[in-house]
């Protein structure tokens, strides 16, 4: 940056009436004032202006994020980098740096600090918008003494003013937490009921949108669809996200299926109570499902589910390295390669033919027996004082980290917590997978098929399900390198079965 360049620094805080119109005009306020002073084509800065999708989005000068450093030292800073790399070009080259209002660029203490030494090494200066939209002098080359001191100040009052309001949000979302939707982006599933008022509003279930739920619940609790197979099929399928802008992925789904208000439930603090809308999902329901998601043990890649049927289940005989489907080649069809070797490569069509046929003859002997056949549900399991314990010791958590010091002794306190609500997560975890009574083969039992056979059935089944069904009677298949040859060799894939099937 060059002594003489100006920087107009712009941040879309909440941005919560999407007007960009608003945000336009302040854009070119600030420009002509920069052409006023002398910079007639100012850097024009702005912090988090759009998201993936080409939204604006907004970033904080005030909510700060845990960061650890080297020494495992933890801080709290706000998430601006753009902000960072002004305060580098003020500190390297002076110039000037133009905004609406101080609070625009900070409400952080750090931020404030880390701003006044840049402007003090480089020699920068600061100018703000007075209320006629001229020029307010906020540092000059550097700051004097009086105008670093009205800065703390006002960086202070502007912390102030963000933590006021913080705490009024949760009083009222405690106050109304139950008896009222408290408003922001609606929950996907749901519309906002426009015949009900303030302090009662209520929501209204979309219908193709609550049908999304409850097959992505069946799919995943009954299934055993994996949630990276559950968005593919929402991508594929299903309506668009609540925003209609935003592409379904597997943090979003996983969102929509955790919040409360799927299960008629709403937050207060720790607590969930009862909110006056209608579910989509029971809460046991919903709880077995959340309960799934956040599972410790869960695999959690977000790659997408393969559209084969042993595709990264099935494994090398020479090197144990997982394979995969691999692109055609020149005359070839698609086929198993190595993910990591080069030693097999195997028609995906024929092995994938001699499993099936293989999963389908195991059904068609045994499907009909007992056996895999669900537990009985538990009768009282426990879970209500289990979920009750898990919110004290949730609520506990949180107020020993907002009076957190950085002594040992807190923390230890905090990590027992951890441990503790880890502890009773996996708990509650088993407690709903055994309850649940999901049969694992329910497509394949007489009473479901209606005369159809079991091949009708398996063939009409999803990819994700014929995987999950894969999962629950096969314990591996290994592809091995068998004879000279370039043709299939059926004898080159060995599947074994799960011990507890005794076949």
Not at 160 to 175: L, M, P, Y
Not at 213 to 231: E, K, N, S
Not at 309 to 326: E, K, P, Y
Request: aromatic share 6%; net charge positive.
């Amino acid at each position: 940056m060059s002594g003489d360049e100006g920087i107009v620094y712009l941040r879309l805080s909440d941005f919560r009436d999407d007007d960009p119109g608003t945000f336009d005009a302040r854009r070119e306020e600030l420009v002509g004032l920069a052409a006023e002073l002398g910079f007639p084509n100012p850097r024009v800065v702005v912090e988090n202006d759009v998201d993936g999708q080409g939204k604006l989005r907004g970033a904080s000068a005030h909510k700060r994020t845990a960061k650890v450093q080297a020494a495992g030292l933890v801080t709290l800073r706000t998430r601006r980098p753009r902000y960072h790399q002004v305060m580098l070009d003020l500190q390297s080259g002076g110039g000037l740096l133009l905004v609406s209002d101080e609070s625009r660029l900070t409400r952080d203490y750090r931020d404030g600090e880390d701003l006044l030494d840049a402007c003090e090494v480089g020699g920068a200066s600061v100018v703000a918008l007075d209320d006629e939209g001229g020029a307010r002098w906020v540092l000059t080359k550097g700051g004097t003494r009086a105008e670093r001191t009205a800065f703390r100040d006002r960086v202070t009052d502007a912390r102030k003013f963000s933590e006021d309001i913080a705490a009024k949000v949760r009083r009222g979302r405690r106050r109304w937490a139950g008896r009222s939707y408290q408003g922001g982006r609606r929950p996907f599933g749901y519309q906002v009921d426009p015949d009900t008022d303030e302090h009662h509003r209520n929501l209204l279930i979309v219908p193709a949108e609550a049908e999304a739920i409850r097959h992505a619940a069946t799919a995943m609790l009954d299934q055993g669809w994996t949630l990276a197979a559950v968005t593919r099929r929402l991508r594929e399928q299903g309506p668009p996200t609540a925003t209609g802008a935003a592409r379904w992925t597997s943090n979003i789904a996983r969102d929509v299926l955790l919040k409360p208000s799927v299960a008629g439930l709403a937050l207060r603090g720790e607590e969930l109570v009862e909110a006056p809308w209608e579910p989509i999902l029971d809460r046991p329901r919903w709880e077995a499902l959340r309960a799934t998601l956040t599972d410790p043990a869960r695999r959690t890649s977000t790659a997408n589910e393969p559209r084969w049927l042993v595709s990264c289940f099935a494994t090398c005989g020479i090197c144990g390295g997982q394979l995969r489907m691999g692109g055609a080649g020149v005359g070839r069809g698609p086929a198993y390669v190595g993910s990591t070797c080069n030693h097999i490569r195997r028609s995906a069509v024929a092995v994938d033919r001699l499993v099936a046929d293989a999963v389908i003859g195991w059904l068609e002997q045994f499907a009909d027996s007992g056996r895999l056949r669900p537990r009985p549900s538990a009768g009282d399991d426990g879970a209500g004082e289990l979920r009750a314990e898990l919110a004290r010791h949730r609520k506990a958590r949180k107020a020993l980290i907002g009076h957190f010091e950085g002594d040992l002794d807190a923390l230890a306190a905090i990590r027992a917590k951890d441990r503790r609500i880890a502890e009773i997560e996996t708990q509650l975890g088993a407690i709903a997978a055994a309850g649940n009574g999901a049969d694992p083969l329910a497509e394949m039992r007489p009473e479901a098929r209606g005369g159809a056979t079991v091949r009708a059935v398996w063939e009409a089944l999803e990819m994700p399900r014929k995987r999950a069904v894969l999962a629950v009677l096969v314990q591996s298949v290994v592809i091995n390198r068998v004879g000279p040859g370039r043709g299939f060799r059926p004898e080159a894939v060995v599947l074994t079965w799960r011990s507890e099937l005794n076949t």
